[in-house]
């Protein structure tokens, strides 16, 4: 079965950030470190599990009597492709802005400050003056794509 990483909830969220930190994890343990985080019952979290593994995003494993779970999908993979599919709904010439207004908001390492600044610099070589508007199926832009919303 393929993994449903477009399906994740911000409650799954919060159980498959543990697994990915911890790489294996009990369910023991993984109870015990989501209710130090969140005001969660056994029950609520173990249908959460089960959840993750309806998805194909955690994988079982029985040692002895307790159970252990593994993440079938990479974090980074994740992360990257809930984003892809956020912006996807996003218009094409909004984009942009909100990647700026995401930037001012976001704590941000001076490493991944460096590193913006490096693909911003290469991608600055091939960019277009303007993005098109994406938003209708014909070259109209619509009236929200107006240049004054992206200044």
Not at 20 to 42: F, N, P, Y
Request: hydrophobic share 40%.
């Amino acid at each position: 079965m393929t993994p449903k990483i477009d399906d994740i909830s911000p409650a799954e969220w919060e159980v498959m950030r543990i697994v990915w930190t911890k790489g294996e994890v009990s369910s023991h343990d993984l109870i015990s470190l989501l209710q130090q985080k969140r005001d969660w019952s056994d029950s609520t979290i173990k249908t959460l599990i089960g959840r993750l593994v309806k998805k194909a995003l955690l994988q079982t494993t029985k040692d002895g009597r307790r159970f252990l779970y593994t993440a079938t999908v990479a974090e980074g993979t994740a992360m990257d492709s809930n984003v892809q599919a956020m912006f996807a709904n996003l218009c094409a010439m909004k984009r942009g802005q909100t990647l700026v207004n995401l930037i001012k908001a976001l704590p941000l390492a001076q490493a991944d400050i460096t590193a913006l600044q490096a693909v911003l610099a290469d991608k600055a070589k091939t960019a277009p003056e303007m993005v098109p508007c994406d938003c209708l199926p014909d070259e109209t832009q619509c009236e929200t794509c107006e240049v004054k919303d992206h200044e």
